[in-house]
């Protein structure tokens, strides 16, 4: 008997530590590690979201840019943190779908073991744009310009095996056309050079792009969207440009490492969705292009899933290459 009653003191007191804990997180600052550069759609959606889930947590949410191998490097960085949920970041269809399905083992971390899923963030059209200086107004006139020349166009993405990579690979495929492909560090390093003419084309999410495309800094030609972008209706969808391949958007999640307290999901999970739910974080968020989310882990694993499952089709079906 008194084994027993041990037994139910110890699972009652475990119970209300749990408890506790949850109503006590956090307790000092939260870094979140964004894994590409400053200056690209992640971070801004990631800064966006730090910078009020700050205010509704009562600590600092400190970002930290960690970018490098289309992602990768950040995200092992996520994975290998302590899971006390003091360390987060922002995971994306770059880190979590096209990077495992093109390195596999080799990448060192499993999209959906090596993290614990706390919620989707925002879901963002991806774009390709030219700089001005290309002699093509429309999606129709470009591809005829890299019909008369090709390999003499080169592409900017955030890096080898990021979703900006697969994106320029599935156009070159669908499209029948080629284009060199070079990588840079990030979104951001790579829109710079876009906008300073030393590449041609950029294979982007729609938030980075968007203030150049509407500044007349960058003409954009398609996006990939379920239908046109309200901010760029003028610009058709790739499905409506005969390239479907190219047409998945993308998105942004919350994670941290695997085994995080499930009073801490919980917590953040609630905290994001007010934030995600606020007037000025949503406006903030549509005008950068970007749809607010917020939904639980399970639905969060099932849209990460279906992507992974749409990547390897995709990979599959066009035998893309990938240098």
């Known amino acids: 008997m008194k084994f027993i009653v041990r037994i139910l003191g110890l ?3 475990g119970m209300t530590a749990f408890s506790a804990f949850g109503q006590s997180y956090p307790v000092k600052p939260i870094t979140l590690i964004i894994p590409f ?30 970018g490098g191998a289309g992602g990768a490097i950040g995200a092992k960085n996520i994975a290998e943190a302590m899971s006390d949920g003091y360390t987060l970041g922002i995971a994306t269809v770059s880190t979590h779908v096209i990077n495992p399905v093109l ?17 989707q963030l925002a879901a963002v059209p991806n774009v390709v744009s030219v700089h001005p200086g290309v002699p093509a107004q429309n999606i129709k006139e470009f591809l005829d310009y890299l019909r008369r020349n090709p390999g003499k166009v080169n592409f900017a993405t955030p890096g080898s095996g990021s979703l900006g990579h697969m994106m320029g690979e599935a156009f070159k495929f669908n499209g029948k056309v080629s284009m060199t492909h070079i990588p840079y560090r990030g979104a951001g390093p790579a829109l710079n050079d876009t906008l300073a003419g030393q590449v041609q084309v950029f294979f982007d999410n729609l938030p980075s792009s968007l203030p150049h495309i509407q500044s007349g800094k960058l003409r954009a030609l398609a996006v990939a969207s379920d239908k046109r972008v309200p901010s760029l209706p003028q610009i058709p969808t790739f499905a409506e440009a005969g390239l479907p391949l190219v047409n998945d958007p993308a998105w942004f999640g919350l ?69």
């Open 11 to 13: 699972a009652f007191f």
């Open 37 to 66: 550069p400053p200056g690209g759609s992640t971070d801004i959606v990631g800064r966006i979201v730090a910078e009020s889930l700050s205010k509704e947590l009562g600590q600092p949410v400190v970002v930290l840019n960690k």
């Open 103 to 119: 390195r596999g083992a080799s990448l060192k971390y499993d999209p959906l073991k090596d993290f614990t899923l706390i919620t």
């Open 255 to 323: 994670v941290g490492p695997s085994q995080l307290p499930a009073a801490v999901v919980q917590r953040l999970s609630e905290a994001v969705s007010k934030v995600l739910g606020q007037q000025e974080v949503m406006k903030r968020l549509q005008d950068n292009g970007a749809t607010p989310i917020g939904n639980s882990p399970d639905a969060f694993r099932k849209t990460m899933s279906h992507s992974i499952e749409n990547a390897r089709k995709v990979v599959q079906e066009s035998q893309l290459k990938f240098d």
